[in-house]
């Protein structure tokens, strides 16, 4: 992992307060959208491992970076760690947004299927 203004240690150490401080003001200085991703997800592992609540930290961060910066690979590989952190049709939004090419191919298919299958077969059960 690289250093984010932090240390691996940090991390696992520092109060809450101290790293939403820390992480917003690495986020604002480089605007490094990833690097403030791969310090979030850490936080998850450190929630999962400890008592300490660190459950939604920095969820607007989470939803400005992801909604509100251009998509690209990092984006697409952590977004499913962030599952919680936005609403359904939030949720719905953002894959459209990180993955159009796999939203106009469904589209596509579900037109196919109901021209060339779901329609001619209803015709089929009338007569």
Request: hydrophobic share 40%.
């Amino acid at each position: 992992m690289k250093n984010y203004g932090l240390s691996e240690s940090q991390l696992f150490t520092l109060t809450r307060k101290n790293l939403e401080k820390r992480i917003s003001q690495y986020y604002r200085e480089t605007n490094d959208g990833d690097g403030a991703l791969e310090c979030l997800i850490a936080l998850q592992v450190r929630e999962e491992l400890t008592e300490a609540d660190f459950a939604f930290v920095l969820a607007d961060l989470v939803r400005h970076i992801f909604m509100r910066t251009r998509s690209n690979r990092s984006l697409r590989r952590y977004y499913l760690f962030f599952t919680e952190y936005f609403e359904k049709k939030e949720w719905r939004l953002l894959e459209i947004k990180l993955f159009p090419a796999k939203t106009y191919a469904v589209e596509k298919l579900k037109t196919l299927f109901t021209q060339f299958i779901k329609e001619p077969l209803a015709g089929l059960v009338g007569s």
